[in-house]
């Protein structure tokens, strides 16, 4: 970003004096006026060129603007935003940079603006603004160039839709292989609340009930249901459809969530899972369900891998620490049959599979979502046997930490 003030017009750079323009030789032979010709060069520039004083006014607008605004360039001259349809929230955004310009006396550069155009069509505009100084060192003007930026902000949010999309599918036809187990992760809690209201019931038809075990079988019960209920919106969430939703997350969380979900499934695989969670990292910023989706898809393919093994040899090992330059690294290792050492770079890539039925979009879905999330996702084998895969996540700008 450019730092520093512009020395405009009327200002006096005591370097550079600022002169009005000449009278210029137009290419139709005529002499253009200054003000006209500068007004030229800016109407051929697609880029919005506009200025405005230090109460908002235009002074000066070119042709890309005037069409937004859906008026002419003079027409603008001297109103204010307020003076157009604009919503009220974005005319107080570009007064609210036009005042910082004023009183930081420096460039702003502002990424994304949103700007609701005469049509009510939404644009995403990337602006800078300058400060025009006085020859006495006060703003006399704010200086702004704008770049219409909507066709790529529409292009990311395609793609993160068919991001979105597709990791829907994915999470669908995962949950669909993990249906039985969570239909038994159902049916125990339930039986233990219909025993436990049962042993309630015989309870209370004695003559001189028991209170205070009665008092404990509705605690379990209480536990029992809320139990049924985790894992009942543990399924919903990975089933709905949402947008990416980005929040602090405390990884630890995520893999306990996570473990619950795949618990019924690891004990019919008969394999057993190990978790070594290092306490207090800091929270990362993250869309929860992808999260899960990421690690359910690695613990079922490192379970699936182990497929062969005798079962004291299934063993899954699933660990959260502090990484390099203070991401979150975390690890799923099995010790299954490994990946070919060809393979390594392959199993990421859509549609490669080795399973019967597999989609092969497990990893290549893991990948997208870690990518958005500014980590990577990798595997390599592990010395002995079986493979790891590795994430990292950069740790939330807020650096919060889960309280331990
Ligand atoms: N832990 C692992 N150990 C060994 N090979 C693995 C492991 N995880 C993945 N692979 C290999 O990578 C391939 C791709 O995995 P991916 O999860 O993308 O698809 P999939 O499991 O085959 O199918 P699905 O789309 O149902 O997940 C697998 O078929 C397997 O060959
Ligand atoms: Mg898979």
């Known amino acids: 970003m450019v730092s520093g003030a512009f020395q405009g017009r009327g200002g006096v750079d005591p370097g550079r004096p600022v002169q009005e323009p000449e009278a210029r030789e137009g290419h139709s032979g005529g002499a253009i006026q200054g003000a006209a010709f500068l007004q030229q060069v800016i109407d051929i520039n697609s880029s919005l060129i506009f200025a405005k004083d230090c109460q908002g006014r235009f002074t000066l607008a070119n042709q ?14 001297g109103k204010t935003d307020a003076d157009f349809n604009l919503p009220g929230d974005q005319v107080a955004a570009f007064r609210r940079a036009n005042l910082h310009v004023i009183d930081s006396l420096q460039d702003l550069f502002i990424a994304e603006e949103l700007f609701t155009d005469a049509k009510g069509n939404i644009h995403w505009l990337q602006t800078v603004r300058r400060p025009v100084l006085n020859g006495d060192g006060t703003v006399s003007e704010v200086l702004a160039s704008a770049t219409d930026i909507t066709a790529r902000k529409q292009k990311e949010r395609q793609i993160e839709h068919e991001r979105n999309e597709l990791a829907h599918l994915s999470r669908v036809t995962m949950l669909s292989e993990l249906a039985g187990s969570l239909a038994h992760e ?62 602090p997350v405390d990884i630890n969380d995520v893999i306990g969530t996570v473990v619950k979900l795949v618990r019924s499934d690891l004990l019919n695989a008969g394999a057993s899972l190990t978790m070594a969670l290092a306490p207090g990292l800091p929270r990362v910023k ?10 359910i898809n690695l613990i079922m393919n490192g379970c699936g891998a182990m497929r062969d093994n005798v079962s004291a040899d299934r063993k ?33 890539k859509p549609f490669f599979s080795t399973k019967p039925n597999g989609m092969g979009l497990g990893l290549a879905v893991c990948c997208k979502i ?35």
């Not at 890309?64 to 001259?77: E, F, P, R, S």
């Not at 219909?194 to 379990?220: G, K, M, T, W, Y």
């Not at 993250?286 to 690690?295: I, K, M, N, S």
């Not at 870690?370 to 990798?378: D, E, I, N, T, V």
Request: with cysteine; glycine share 8%; charged share 25%.
């Open 370 to 404: 870690m990518s958005a999330h500014g980590g990577a996702l990798w595997a390599a084998n592990n010395a002995r046997r079986g493979a790891s895969f590795r994430f990292t996540l950069p740790a939330g700008s807020d650096g919060s930490r889960p309280v331990t």
């Open 64 to 77: 890309a603007v005037a069409d937004l605004y859906g008026t002419k360039t003079d027409h603008l001259i």
């Open 186 to 247: 159902l049916n125990q809690p339930l039986t233990a609340i219909l025993s436990n209201a049962q042993a309630a019931l015989r309870f209370l038809a004695h003559d001189h009930p028991d209170l205070e075990e009665i008092v404990d079988i509705l605690r379990d019960i209480v536990r029992d249901d809320k139990r049924a209920g985790e894992v009942i919106e543990g399924m919903r969430a990975l089933l709905r459809k949402t947008e990416t939703r980005y929040e």
């Open 286 to 295: 993250a869309d929860r369900v992808q999260l899960q989706q990421v690690l």
């Open 316 to 348: 899954l090992y699933v660990s959260s620490e502090l990484g390099e330059s203070d991401d979150i690294l975390v690890c799923v290792k099995d010790q299954g049959h490994g990946i070919p050492a060809d393979d390594l770079k392959r199993v990421f």
